[in-house]
């Protein structure tokens, strides 16, 4: 099966699994690499409904005035789950989501970048490629899962 297709299907089945907040049971915030679509599918199985948040903040209001529902929020070693994310994504991995909806500035950071060892002494470089690694971390919107641990879900 092509990559794109795969990658397509599988964003398509996840956020199918949303239903409406007013019918969840579960609110369910899935932080990237850390078995969220693995937790969705248990649930589904077990037929709860939830409201799937994944890509996108959390709404101070939905945290604040959720009175009945739990908040699943999936986590992971912090270390771990960099590590994966940058893997999962770098195109010289060949992954499903290699190149797929990679804007400019993420491929220039991958360039700059073969290892997330590399990425991470980035952190602390002058230059293109450190402030690249910085602004990974500090703005991760667009950067597909690296800089988007449980801090970023929660920061609103």
């Known amino acids: ?21 007013s019918r ?25 409904p939830l409201y799937y948040i994944h890509g996108r903040q959390v709404s101070r209001g939905l945290a604040c005035t959720n009175e ?11 270390l771990a789950r960099i590590v994966s994310a940058f893997n999962w994504r770098h195109p010289l991995n060949n992954g499903t989501h290699g190149v797929f909806r990679m804007r400019a500035t993420e491929r220039e950071m991958y360039s700059c970048f073969k290892t997330v060892d590399e990425f991470a002494n980035g952190l602390v470089t002058a230059g293109r490629c450190g402030d690249l ?17 449980v801090a970023w879900y929660l920061a609103n």
């Open 1 to 21: 099966m092509p990559k794109l297709l795969l990658a397509l299907l599988l964003s398509q089945a996840i956020s199918g699994e949303s239903v409406p907040l």
């Open 24 to 48: 969840a049971e579960v609110i369910l915030v899935h932080v990237g690499k850390t078995a969220g679509v693995s937790v969705t599918r248990w649930m589904r199985s077990n037929h709860i």
């Open 68 to 78: 009945s529902r739990p908040i699943v929020i999936t986590i992971r070693d912090p």
């Open 133 to 149: 690694a910085r602004q990974v971390m500090r703005h991760p919107e667009g950067y597909a899962h690296v800089g988007e641990g």
